[in-house]
């Protein structure tokens, strides 16, 4: 059964720290690995990450997929009160238009 | 870009009546929509994929019955939730795939919270 994991579940760190999520993921024919960022509601859309070693950058958002050893990191530096939320990973399949999502890691950012 | 409107929001209900939630697409077609239920503190558990013209595909454990989707255009998916009980009080949040190169990204709707008294 396919399996996405994310850690940790929760982190709670101050204003300006770097910070470090860990998604990996278990799929029998791997497609695509996609990060959202969930506040109050809709999960908004950061990443979709497809080949291993090639980072995707976004502001101060960054993330990076290892397909052999079957994870991704989320990394966000300097940290502001804005990037608390709950963040999710999903993979998707090939051959399937669903994607698996983990449980998010919720990231609070203190003052 | 890639925006999904997701109406109501918010609805109260008593048990046994029916509700209907919408979703659709703003500026992109999407031939393929998706339904998910969202637990508190818990991940998105997808209930059923919606297809353009074509009945939809639901996930194990999802009564098609209870769940009515109806996706009658490129850009508008409908869930009707018949005969609501207490337990089918839930966070849906519907998203839609846009096509072309970018396939398998999926956006999100802002939700709809669903209580039935």
């Known amino acids: 059964e396919d399996k996405v994991v994310q850690s940790p579940l929760s982190l709670v760190v101050h204003e300006g720290d770097t910070v470090t999520l860990n998604c990996s993921y278990e799929v029998t024919n791997f497609r695509s690995l996609l990060w959202y960022k969930q506040e109050k509601k809709a999960p908004t859309f950061l990443f979709m990450l497809?080949?291993?070693?090639i980072e995707k950058k976004s502001g101060r958002l960054s993330s990076i997929l290892d397909k052999k050893e079957l994870f991704s990191i989320l990394n966000i530096t300097a940290t502001q009160t804005g990037d608390s939320a709950v963040y999710l990973c999903?993979?998707?399949?090939?051959?399937?238009?669903?994607?698996?999502f983990g449980k998010g890691t919720k990231l609070t950012v203190n003052p | 870009g890639a925006v999904v409107s997701q109406h109501p929001s918010w609805v109260i209900c008593k048990s046994g009546t029916s509700v209907k939630i919408e979703c659709r697409s703003l500026?992109?077609?999407?031939?393929?929509m998706f339904w998910y239920r969202q637990f508190p503190k818990q991940s998105l558990m997808l209930m059923a994929t919606s297809n353009e013209g074509s009945k939809a595909t639901y996930e194990q454990g999802v009564e098609k019955d209870k769940f009515l989707i109806n996706h009658a255009s490129l850009t508008l998916s409908t869930l009707t939730v018949t005969s609501a009980h207490p337990e089918d009080s839930s966070f849906y949040i519907c998203?839609?795939?846009?096509?072309?190169?970018?396939?398998?990204?999926?956006?999100f709707g802002a939700g709809t919270r669903l209580s039935v008294l």
């Open positions: 497809t080949s291993s070693g």
């Open positions: 999903a993979v998707g399949e090939g051959g399937s238009e669903k994607l698996v």
């Open positions: 998203s839609a795939r846009e096509g072309g190169r970018a396939k398998n990204i999926q956006y």
């Open positions: 500026d992109f077609q999407a031939t393929t």
